[in-house]
C-alpha cells in the first residue's frame, strides 16, 4: 500500500515539475525552429557566398596595388580600376556584345554538336564490347593529339571561316564527353542491372532507368570539362583569321597596344567560363537530385 501512495507522490511530483505544453505553445515552438533552421540555412549560404567572394577580392586588391605601388609596370599590367573601366566602356558601346555573341555562337554550335556525338558512341563503346575493339585504336590515336596542333589542318581542309572553327571545337569537345561518357557507364553497379533485368526491363528501360542515372554525374564532369575545352579552342582559333569574337578582340587589343582592352577581353572570357561551369552545375543538382542527402 505504501508504495503505491509513493508512485502516486511521485507521479504528481513530475506532473507538477514538468507540466505539458498548451496547445498554444506548440505553434509557437514550431515556428520558433522554423527559424532557427531558417537562420541556419542562411548563414550556411551567406558563408559558402563569403569565402570565394573574399578571396576574389584581395585577388583584386592585389592586381590594384601592385601596379600602384610600381611592384610591376602598369604599361603591361594596368590597375584593376583602369581595367574595370576600359570593360564598362567596351561594353557600353557594343563592341564587347558583339564580339561575345560570336565566339558563344561558335562554342555553342560546336558544344552543342560534341554533345549528340559523343554520348551516344560512349554509350555504345561502353556497352557492347565488338564496338569498343573496332574503336579503341582510331580514339587512342586521336585523344592524344591536341585540338590545337591540328588548327592548321582544319584550316586547310575546311578554310579560314566559321567551319574550321566550329569544328575544332567539337574535336576539342568531343573527347572529355566521350571519355567520361564511358567511364560512367562501365562503373555502374553491376547488381543494380541484375536487379533491373530481373524484374524484366526492356534494354531502352534498363537504360532509361538504371545506366543513365547512375552515369550522370561522370557525364556531367565530362560536359564541363567539354565545355572549358571549347572556350579555350575557340579563343586560339579566333586569333587566325577572324573579324570578330574574344579571341580576335584579345589579339587586337595586344598588337594596338591598348592594354586595358585586352585585359578587359581576358576578363570576359573568365565571366563566360564561369557562367557556362554555373548552368552545368545548376543542370547536375537538377537531373541527380536522388544523389542529394534527405536533411541537406
Known amino acids: 500500500m505504501s508504495s503505491a501512495v509513493d508512485f502516486t507522490e511521485r507521479s504528481i511530483a513530475v506532473s507538477i515539475a514538468a507540466p505539458d505544453r498548451s496547445p498554444a505553445d506548440r505553434p509557437a515552438s514550431r ?3 522554423a527559424g532557427a533552421r531558417a537562420l541556419r540555412v542562411v548563414g550556411r549560404f551567406g558563408w559558402r557566398v563569403f569565402k570565394p567572394t573574399i578571396v576574389i577580392a584581395l585577388f583584386l586588391l592585389l592586381w590594384q596595388l601592385a601596379p600602384t605601388l610600381g611592384l610591376v609596370d602598369e604599361v603591361f599590367l594596368p590597375p584593376f580600376s583602369v581595367v574595370a573601366r576600359a570593360f564598362v566602356d567596351l561594353a557600353a558601346s ?5 564580339h561575345l555573341s560570336a565566339s558563344l555562337s561558335r562554342s555553342l554550335a560546336g558544344y552543342v554538336l560534341a554533345l ?11 556497352w557492347y564490347k565488338p564496338v569498343a575493339d573496332f574503336l579503341n585504336p582510331i580514339l587512342e590515336l586521336f585523344r592524344n593529339t591536341a585540338a590545337l596542333a591540328l588548327l592548321p589542318v582544319f584550316i586547310l581542309i575546311l578554310g579560314i571561316g566559321e567551319t574550321s572553327k566550329i569544328a575544332l571545337v567539337v574535336y576539342a569537345s568531343a573527347f572529355p564527353i566521350l571519355l567520361n561518357t564511358i567511364n560512367g557507364v562501365r562503373t555502374v553497379d553491376p547488381l543494380l542491372i541484375k536487379s533491373a533485368v530481373s524484374l524484366g526491363l526492356s534494354p531502352l528501360r534498363l537504360f532509361q532507368r538504371v545506366i543513365l542515372p547512375a552515369a550522370l554525374p561522370s557525364i556531367f564532369t565530362g560536359l564541363r570539362m567539354a565545355a572549358a575545352s571549347s572556350i579555350l579552342v575557340l579563343l586560339a582559333a579566333e586569333m587566325f583569321g577572324a573579324r570578330a569574337g574574344l579571341g580576335y578582340l584579345i589579339t587586337a587589343a595586344q598588337q594596338n597596344f591598348q592594354i ?3 585585359y578587359a577581353g581576358i576578363i570576359a572570357i573568365s565571366l563566360l567560363g564561369l557562367a ?9 543538382r537538377r537531373f541527380s537530385r536522388w544523389r542529394t542527402e534527405p536533411n541537406a
Open 31 to 33: 515556428s520558433s525552429d
Open 94 to 98: 557594343g563592341e564587347l556584345w558583339t
Open 116 to 126: 549528340i556525338v559523343a554520348v551516344p558512341l560512349g554509350v555504345s563503346i561502353a
Open 260 to 262: 586595358p582592352n585586352m
Open 276 to 284: 557556362f561551369n554555373g548552368l552545368l552545375v545548376a543542370l547536375e
